[in-house]
C-alpha cells in the first residue's frame, strides 16, 4: 500500500540548533513530494515541494530538504531553529495515478526551547 | 486575495443528526479535495472534485458520507445520520489541475459529535 512513514512524534530542540526531520515513502516511482506546516490553530502551509531535478529544494522559512530515491526518503532540514517554528510538519506525498491525492505522514511535531 | 474559506469553523451536532460543511475554494482552482484529520494524526483523502466532476470518492468512509460541487466552484460535504466517531477536523484544499500543482488548505471545520 502506498504510505508516507514519519518516524518521529514529537521533536525537541534548542532555538538555534539544527534540526531534521524525517520523512520516508513507499516504495515506488517518483512521487511528488511535499512538507506541510500546521501551526496550532491554523491551517497547512506549504514548505516546499519537489518533483523532478535538483534533489536539495529551497522552501520558505529557511527550510529546505533533499531527495534521496535510493532510501526513498524526503528529509526536511533546518541549519538554525527559531521560536517561532514551534508547529506541527507533516511529509505528503502524490503517488502516480492517485488522481492528485495527497497521502500524509501522522506528523512531528517540533517543540523549540529558548 | 482571498485563500480557501470553510464554513462552519465549529459544529457541534447531536448523534444521528445531519451535518453539511462548507467549502468555497480560491477563485479559478479547478480542483478541490477533502480531507479529514483525527486529532494527532495526518490529514486522510476524503474525495477529489475536477470542476464539478467528483472523480475520486475512494476515501469517504461510508455511503453516510456524500459530496458536490455542483457548479464547479462552491463544494458541500455532507454526513448523514452522524457517528461519535465522525468527531475530527475536517479540511478542505484547492489547487490548479495537476499532481504537482500545490493545495492550498482552509482552516478546517472541527465537528463533535456527542
Known amino acids: 500500500a502506498q504510505s508516507v512513514t514519519q518516524p518521529d512524534i514529537h521533536i525537541t530542540v534548542s532555538e538555534g540548533a539544527s534540526l531534521e526531520l524525517r520523512c520516508n515513502y513507499s516504495y515506488g516511482a517518483t512521487p511528488y513530494l511535499f512538507w506541510y506546516v500546521q501551526s496550532p490553530g491554523q491551517g497547512l502551509q506549504l514548505l516546499l515541494k519537489y518533483f523532478s531535478g535538483d534533489t536539495l529544494v529551497q522552501g520558505i522559512k529557511g527550510f529546505e530538504a533533499e531527495f534521496k530515491r535510493s532510501q526513498s526518503s524526503f528529509n526536511l532540514r533546518k541549519p538554525s531553529v527559531h521560536w517561532s517554528d514551534a508547529a506541527e510538519y507533516f511529509c505528503a506525498v502524490v503517488f502516480s495515478g492517485g488522481y492528485n491525492k495527497l497521502i500524509f505522514g501522522a506528523g512531528t511535531r517540533l517543540a523549540v526551547h529558548p | ?114
Not at chain 2, 54 to 78: V, Y
Open chain 2, 1 to 114: 486575495g482571498a485563500g480557501v474559506s470553510q464554513s462552519p469553523r465549529y459544529k457541534v451536532t447531536k448523534r444521528g443528526q445531519d451535518v453539511a460543511l462548507r467549502c468555497d475554494p480560491i477563485s479559478g482552482h479547478v480542483s478541490l479535495y477533502w480531507y479529514r484529520q483525527a486529532l494527532g494524526q495526518g490529514p486522510e483523502f476524503l474525495t477529489y472534485f475536477n470542476y464539478e466532476a467528483q472523480q475520486d470518492k475512494s476515501g469517504l468512509p461510508n455511503d453516510r458520507f456524500s459530496a458536490e460541487r455542483p457548479e464547479g466552484s462552491i463544494s458541500t460535504l455532507t454526513i448523514q445520520r452522524t457517528e461519535q466517531r465522525d468527531s475530527a477536523m475536517y479540511r478542505c484544499a484547492s489547487s490548479m489541475s495537476g499532481p504537482q500543482e500545490t493545495q492550498y488548505f482552509g482552516p478546517g471545520t472541527r465537528l463533535l459529535v456527542l
